[in-house]
C-alpha cells in the first residue's frame, strides 16, 4: 500500500509557490462545455480532480486535455451527451456543476449523484430549488439525479442556507436563461468569482458575484478564450500553517493576501509572525516564543475556512493552553481527530465542537487520512512530531494538492512517497542521500 513517510523536527524554510485553484478550476472546467469553441485556461493545478473530469469532459463528446504544464484547453462545440454516469461522477463532488451546466447547455441533463470527501451530509436541496425555479423537472431515481426542460426561465431563488455548489450549479444553469436571474444569499467564496469572472470572459452577463446578491442575464450562447486560474487559498494556507507548526520561516508566494486574511489574523493572534506583501506571505516563528491556543470557529467566506480547520486543529495541538475549534459548515468533519490522537493530541470532540488541550510535542506513528484537507492536516502533524510519521489514503491528498511533497522537501522537509516494501527507517538516509 502506497504511504507517505515524514521524519519530523526540521523547521521549513524557504519560498514556495502556490498552484491555481483547484476549487476554481474544477468549477471553470465545468463551465466551459457550455461554450461552442476553444477554451485555453491557464494555472490549472495537475491534481487527480482534475484528471477526473477531463475524462468526463471527453467522455461526454467535448475536448479537453493538459497541452502545456498547467494549461490545459478545452473545445465543447461537438458536446453530444447530456448523461454521466456513476463510475467517473463517483470520484468528485464538484462534478455536481455538471447538472447545471448540461441543463444550461442542453435544456437536459442526467447526472449520477456526486462523489468526493466524506466529512458529512452534502444535500443538494438547493440545487435542486434553483432549477426549478428556472422551469426544470427533476427527478431522482436509481441514483441519478434527472433534470429537463422545454425552456429555462429566470426567477429569483433564495437559498435558505448559504451554499457554494448550488451558487455555482444555479448560476451556470441560468446563463442562458430568458430573462435575469437573481440569486439571494449567494456563498462569497473567491472560487464563485473567479467562475463567474470566467463566464463573463465567454460572453456571459453576471453581475454581483463575491456579494449575497448574484445577477444573471441570460444570453445567447458563449463564445471561446482565455482564463487564468487564480492562486488556491487553501493550499496557500496549508502552506502557511505548516511553516509556522514547524517553527519555520517561508514565504508564500504567488498569493491574492486578501484571501488570507481570516487565517493570517488567527496565526498572528496565536504569535505567529505575519508579514504581507503585494503577492506574497512571509510566514515565521518569532524568537522561539511557544504559541498560545485560540479559537476558531468556521464560517462561510469571509469568515474561517472550513477546509483549513483540520490543518489550523493541527497546530493547536501544541499550542498552550485549551482552544476550542467549532466547525459551523459540515456536521462531521472531525473525523481526522482520533489520527491526531493516535500522535499524541489531547483532543476531545462533541458534535461539532472539539477542544484541544496543548501537548508540548506529537509523536510519529501510522495513521489514515480521511479525506482532503485532513490528509493535508496529518502530514503538518507528522512535520511537527518527534519520529517518523506514516500517512496511507494518499488518494485524498492527490485530489487537491499539486507536488505536495515535492514543494515540501524545497523547504526542506524529510519526506517520500513509498510502496508497501520499504521500511520506514530508510527515509533517514534515503533523504540525505537524494
Not at 170 to 193: C, N, Q, R, W, Y
Not at 274 to 288: L, P
Amino acid at each position: 500500500m502506497e504511504k507517505m513517510v515524514v521524519l519530523g523536527g526540521a523547521p521549513l524554510t524557504g519560498r514556495v509557490e502556490i498552484s491555481g485553484a483547484k476549487n476554481s478550476a474544477v468549477g471553470i472546467l465545468v463551465a466551459a462545455i457550455m461554450v461552442k469553441g476553444k477554451c485555453r485556461i491557464d494555472n490549472v493545478p495537475h491534481v487527480s480532480d482534475i484528471d477526473v473530469l477531463i475524462e468526463i469532459i471527453n467522455n461526454l463528446g467535448g475536448k479537453a486535455a493538459f497541452v502545456a504544464p498547467g494549461v490545459v484547453e478545452i473545445d465543447a462545440t461537438e458536446l453530444n451527451s447530456f448523461e454521466a454516469g456513476y463510475e467517473t461522477v463517483r470520484k468528485i463532488r464538484a462534478s455536481s456543476y455538471l447538472m447545471g451546466a448540461l441543463l444550461g447547455r442542453f435544456g437536459k441533463a442526467r447526472v449520477a449523484l456526486p462523489g468526493g470527501c466524506d466529512f458529512g451530509v452534502r444535500p443538494i436541496d438547493q440545487h435542486i430549488k434553483g432549477f426549478k425555479a428556472l422551469g426544470a423537472e427533476v427527478t431522482i431515481e436509481h441514483g441519478m439525479v434527472e433534470l429537463a426542460a422545454e425552456k429555462l426561465v429566470a426567477d429569483n431563488v433564495y437559498l435558505d442556507v448559504v451554499s457554494v455548489g448550488a451558487t455555482i450549479n444555479i448560476m451556470l444553469a441560468a446563463v442562458f436563461a430568458e430573462g435575469t436571474t437573481v440569486i439571494d444569499s449567494a456563498a462569497k467564496e473567491p472560487h464563485i468569482v473567479d467562475v463567474a469572472n470566467f463566464l463573463n470572459c465567454m460572453g456571459a452577463n453576471i453581475r454581483g458575484a463575491g456579494t449575497d446578491l448574484i445577477r444573471i442575464k441570460g444570453v445567447e450562447e458563449l463564445h471561446g478564450g482565455s482564463f487564468s486560474v487564480i492562486p488556491d487559498q487553501i493550499e496557500a494556507g496549508t502552506f502557511m500553517i505548516a511553516a509556522a507548526a514547524t517553527h519555520g520561516d517561508v514565504i508564500v508566494s504567488n498569493i491574492i493576501p486578501e484571501h488570507m486574511e481570516s487565517l493570517s489574523a488567527k496565526l498572528a493572534e496565536m504569535g505567529v509572525g505575519i508579514e504581507e506583501y503585494d503577492e506574497a506571505i512571509r510566514v515565521y516563528a518569532k524568537d522561539g516564543e511557544p504559541y498560545v491556543a485560540a479559537n476558531v470557529k468556521t464560517q462561510p467566506h469571509p469568515g474561517f475556512p472550513t477546509d483549513l480547520q483540520p490543518q489550523m486543529a493541527t497546530l493547536l495541538a501544541t499550542a498552550k493552553g485549551t482552544s476550542i475549534v467549532t466547525e459551523n459548515v459540515w456536521d462531521n468533519r472531525f473525523k481526522y481527530i482520533g489520527e491526531l490522537n493516535r500522535m499524541g493530541a489531547n483532543i476531545s470532540v462533541e458534535g461539532r465542537i472539539a477542544t484541544i488541550e496543548g501537548t508540548p510535542y506529537l509523536t510519529g506513528a501510522p495513521v489514515s487520512a480521511t479525506d482532503l484537507r485532513a490528509g493535508a492536516a496529518l502530514v503538518i502533524a507528522g512535520l511537527m512530531a518527534h519520529g517518523v510519521t506514516e500517512i496511507y489514503n494518499l488518494k485524498y491528498i492527490d485530489r487537491g494538492y499539486e507536488g505536495f511533497e515535492d514543494k515540501l522537501r524545497s523547504l526542506g522537509a524529510q519526506i517520500a512517497r513509498r510502496g508497501s516494501g520499504r521500511r520506514a527507517e530508510d527515509l533517514e538516509e534515503e533523504t540525505t542521500t537524494a
